[in-house]
């Protein structure tokens, strides 16, 4: 026993109790089983056998009378009618006395004063009343004498039955009073069961009481207290082992959750320190953010008008003077025009890339196929100039801004079309469903990109050709990239898809139940306004 070493556990008190309670049920039904089997041994010999032997008897004696009578009455009449009941008695008494001797087996005393009544009777018999029917029968007369011997005899069979009657009735009375002796045991047995029973009970009542309800109760009382709120007080509770044992658990946790609750406590002055230092960082960044939008605004104001004079001038200086300077003039003044439209058109872009998700008109379903349709519109010259071909899948309706998924379906096909290779463009826009994602796919057969650029290709302003090799601002993808996680997607550079060319992939989730893409269909765009085209 690990706590209260010596002292016996609840089971271990509960188990001598119930053993000890079994042994005294096993007690009292052995008595009882003794008792009641000796009182109905009992009132069967009372009501049985000593009832029977008394009638038997009863009814021997009568017959013993109604011979001497019979003999008397015929010899003073010499009317052998008188005779019947002596013969009657003759024919029935051997039997009855058989039965009577079977019923006093048991009672060896009354048997032999019966044996004694009967040789009385017998003796009675033989030497009077035969003698005296068989005087008559021949013409003989009974003289006085003879009738006193006989009554005199007679009077001897009288007291011996007598005293085998008083003898039967003493044993009798003995066997009905240990009937009731016996019957009184008995019952007094089953009020002490009974009271020992209720006595059991309330003292396992108590025993429980004392040694699970009360030591439970207790715990309970200490655990909810350390429930409400009062981690500081400690769990303490006397009783059987096992519950102090499990005392000791409630204990044991109650330490540990406030080891808990102080390194919690600790976490919550962390975060709270992390809350204040997000917050600072959040007003750092709506400054920053203001300031940004300061800057777009001074850069599509301020900064257009000078850049805008510097190529007016430097245009009207290559008409008014082409061909009067000298050749270096005339290349310096291009480099001039050359540089202030570039400066343009990567002001334009960066405020475009600036705007994505800060200036939003908020999400719509967007028809996909429609947005393509516009993107090729805007590519149409790009395409008729290069002999490309687009086809695409039947495209899904989305949640998201039309103009800018025009925008990634722009960069990407005029990214296909810009870097071609010897043979015409070829770009293909596939789309499937994956779970809750639409997964797009836009393939080519152009110059395609080496696998270690894969992420520096989605970087602002980076380039992995020179400038007079391919036009643009290094800003296309990384547009895309933008516009597809400002609508819940990712975008990326599948490097293990087969073939040549290049091939992109970028996903949009799904707004509502939709069939999914078929057969792909060509598309081929013949007219439409310039294209501002993506890079990479």
């Known amino acids: 026993m690990s706590a209260g070493r010596g002292r016996w556990t609840l089971r271990r008190r509960l188990t001598v109790a119930v053993a000890v309670g079994m042994a005294l049920v096993l007690a009292g039904l052995a008595v009882g089983a003794v008792l009641l089997t000796r009182t109905r041994t009992e009132q069967a010999r009372v009501t049985g056998d000593y009832y029977d032997a008394t009638v038997l008897s009863d009814d021997l ?16 009449t010499r009317d052998p009618a008188y005779l019947a009941p002596y013969r009657a008695a003759e024919e029935r008494g051997p039997a009855d006395f058989a039965t009577l001797q079977r019923k006093l087996e048991g009672s060896p005393q009354a048997l032999d004063r019966l044996q004694v ?12 009343a035969e003698p005296a029917i068989a005087d008559v029968r021949t013409g003989g007369t009974l003289s006085g004498a003879d009738l006193d011997r006989g009554r005199t005899l007679f009077d001897a069979v009288r007291r011996e039955y007598s005293a085998y009657r008083e003898v039967l009735g003493d044993e009798r009375d003995e066997v009905r009073d240990a009937l009731s002796r016996d019957v009184g045991l008995l019952f007094a047995t089953l009020v002490a069961g009974a009271l020992g029973a209720l006595g059991a009970c309330l003292a396992l009542l108590a025993a429980l009481r004392r040694w699970v309800t009360g030591p439970v109760e207790a715990l309970a009382t200490e655990t909810r207290t350390v429930a409400a709120g009062d981690l500081h007080h400690p769990v303490h509770v006397e009783g059987p082992p096992e519950i102090e044992r499990l005392a000791a658990d409630v204990e044991a946790m109650r330490r540990g959750l406030l080891t808990q609750l102080g390194v919690l406590e600790a976490a919550k002055a962390e975060v709270e320190a992390s809350r204040l230092q997000l917050e600072e960082q959040a007003r750092e960044l709506q400054r920053s953010n203001t300031e940004l939008e300061q800057f777009a605004y001074v850069a599509s104001h301020d900064l257009q008008e000078p850049l805008r004079k510097v190529a007016s001038f430097c245009q009207m200086l290559a008409r008014r003077y082409e061909g009067q300077l000298d050749e270096r003039a005339d290349q310096y003044i291009a480099f001039a025009v050359d540089g202030a439209k570039r400066m ?20 719509a379903d967007v028809d996909l196929e429609a947005c393509l349709a516009v993107a090729l519109r805007n590519l149409s ?44 463009p070829r770009v293909h826009l596939g789309v499937e469903r994956a779970g809750d994602e639409w997964l797009f796919c836009c393939r ?26 391919y036009e643009g601002t290094g800003i296309g993808l990384a547009m895309c990239k933008k516009i597809v996680e400002h609508h819940g997607g990712r975008i990326w550079l599948d490097t293990a898809a087969p073939g040549g060319g290049t091939t992109f992939r970028f996903t ?29």
């Open 508 to 536: 949009l989730p799904v707004v509502g139940p939709q069939e999914g893409a078929a057969t792909a269909a060509p598309v081929t765009a013949a007219v439409g306004a310039a294209a501002q085209e993506g890079d990479r």
């Open 344 to 363: 343009q058109q990567l002001i334009n872009d960066l405020l475009a890339f600036s705007r994505v998700g800060r200036l939003s008109s908020g999400f």
């Open 444 to 469: 080519d057969n152009g110059i395609g990109v080496e696998p270690e650029y894969a992420e520096r290709i989605f970087v602002i302003f980076q380039r992995l050709h020179a400038k007079d090799a």
């Open 381 to 424: 010259a790009a395409l008729e100039e290069s002999g490309a071909v687009v086809t695409h899948d039947p495209l899904p309706t989305v949640s998201g801004e039309a103009g800018l998924l025009t925008q990634v379906f722009q960069n990407l096909v005029g990214n296909g079309v810009k870097f071609r290779g010897d043979e015409p």
């Open 117 to 128: 009544a009967a040789r009385a009777a017998g003796a009675w018999q033989r030497t009077w």
């Open 61 to 76: 004696l009568t017959s013993l009378v109604d011979q001497e009578t019979a003999v008397r009455g015929y010899a003073l």
